[in-house]
């Protein structure tokens, strides 16, 4: 069935896609934040949602690049910060990771403790 993308809808695919995300089925989120995506570019939950789907099932590349439109969105994210770090440790790139990581402890209010650890290690090499 063909849904066009009026505003409302818009908003449906976003909820159906963190509904898939919060129970870890990325895979079914992907194709409903990629419609609002596509959509709506500046919507930033939507990107953000689509970048950490893509990072759950290890295309890290799409992850990196929708993550850095999220930066340029909101350069304040620091879940886009954090899912950049994490992205590029996963991809064994460590410097780009720290820095990605520090600036996500700069801008979260109450940091993630694994990666507050995962900076000890990537300072100590």
């Known amino acids: 069935q063909q849904v066009s993308l009026a505003p409302d809808s818009l908003n449906s695919y976003s909820e159906r896609g963190r509904f898939y995300y919060r129970t870890g089925n990325f895979k079914a989120a992907?194709?409903?934040?990629e419609k609002v995506y596509q959509a709506a570019p500046y919507n930033e939950t939507a990107a953000l949602g689509l970048a950490q789907s893509?990072?759950?099932?290890?295309?890290?590349?799409?992850?990196l690049d929708v993550f850095q439109h999220v930066?340029?969105?909101?350069?304040?994210?620091?879940d886009a910060f954090?899912?950049?770090g994490e992205v590029n440790d996963a991809m064994g790139n460590t410097v780009s990771a720290l820095?990605?990581?520090?600036?996500?402890?700069?801008?979260?209010?109450?940091?993630?403790?694994?990666?507050v650890e995962r900076v000890k290690q990537l300072q100590a090499g």
């Open 30 to 33: 992907i194709p409903d934040f």
């Open 54 to 63: 893509y990072q759950g099932i290890q295309l890290y590349q799409n992850a």
């Open 99 to 115: 820095q990605n990581y520090q600036q996500y402890l700069n801008l979260a209010t109450d940091p993630d403790a694994a990666i």
């Open 82 to 84: 954090r899912g950049l």
């Open 71 to 78: 930066i340029k969105l909101n350069p304040h994210s620091a």
